[in-house]
T-cell receptor
Framework: LAKTTQPISMDSYEGQEVNITCSHN???????ITWYQQFPSQGPRFIIQ???TKVTNEVASLFIPADRKSSTLSLPRVSLSDTAVYYC??????????????FGTGTRLKVLA | EPEVTQTPSHQVTQMGQEVILRCVPI?????FYWYRQILGQKVEFLVS????????KSEIFDDQFSVERPDGSNFTLKIRSTKLEDSAMYFC????????FGPGTRLLVL
């Protein structure tokens, strides 16, 4: 299972773009990279998933270089409500099989007014 | 948008009692999971389940734990004889691939 490493915490101001980078040097060929957001006492909430290059949805972008050993979650124009813990996880995505996520400590993002 | 739901949201029990935590996965999902998070700690994998069988379990998931899919919609986690250290948030997840998590059940063992 690929281990991920991400910064323990980050501070940002409202309206700024936030980029959180995750390294996953041992990512396997069939692993996807998935980011989740977690608020206190709530379940992890899916943000975005990708395999390679760039993926964008209505809340975030995910940049994955060609070697896939790292990825960057980009949150445009954060607000106070984006204060949360962000987890980078790798595991089989797609549509087949069960797999377990190994959660790290995540990145605690604090957005300041 | 379909969501994973869990009941109860909170449960308080006495040590040694049995508890059953319930989950309703997203309806067309085939793979199911339980994770737990002790207060202030990481989210930990407990068990994965597919086709009415456990696919994988962690060392936490000992003989006190069991999972069941009693009907076409529910997925349950039973703890036979709760211990103080079982106090945690328990999250159910379901997937076709990407895992979607429920809101959790906060279990407090006294």
């Amino acid at each position: 299972l690929a281990k991920t490493t991400q910064p323990i915490s980050m501070d940002s101001y409202e309206g700024q773009e936030v980029n959180i980078t995750c390294s996953h040097n041992n990512i396997a060929t069939n692993d996807y990279i998935t980011w989740y957001q977690q608020f206190p006492s709530q379940g992890p909430r899916f943000i975005i998933q990708g395999y390679k290059t760039k993926v964008t949805n209505e809340v975030a972008s995910l940049f994955i270089p060609a070697d896939r050993k790292s990825s960057t979650l980009s949150l445009p124009r954060v607000s106070l409500s984006d204060t949360a813990v962000y987890y980078c996880l790798v595991g089989r995505g797609g549509t087949s099989g069960t797999y377990k996520y190994i959660f790290g400590t995540g990145t605690r993002l604090k957005v300041l007014a | 948008e379909p969501e994973v739901t869990q009941t109860p949201s909170h449960q308080v029990t006495q040590m040694g009692q049995e508890v059953i935590l319930r989950c309703v996965p997203i309806s067309n999902h085939l793979y199911f999971y339980w994770y737990r998070q002790i207060l202030g700690q990481k989210v930990e994998f407990l068990v994965s389940f597919y086709n009415n069988e456990i696919s994988e379990k962690s060392e936490i998931f000992d003989d006190q734990f069991s999972v069941e899919r009693p009907d076409g919609s529910n997925f349950t986690l039973k703890i036979r004889s709760t211990k103080l250290e079982d106090s945690a948030m328990y999250f159910c997840a379901s997937s076709p691939g990407t895992q979607y998590f429920g809101p959790g059940t906060r279990l407090l063992v006294l």
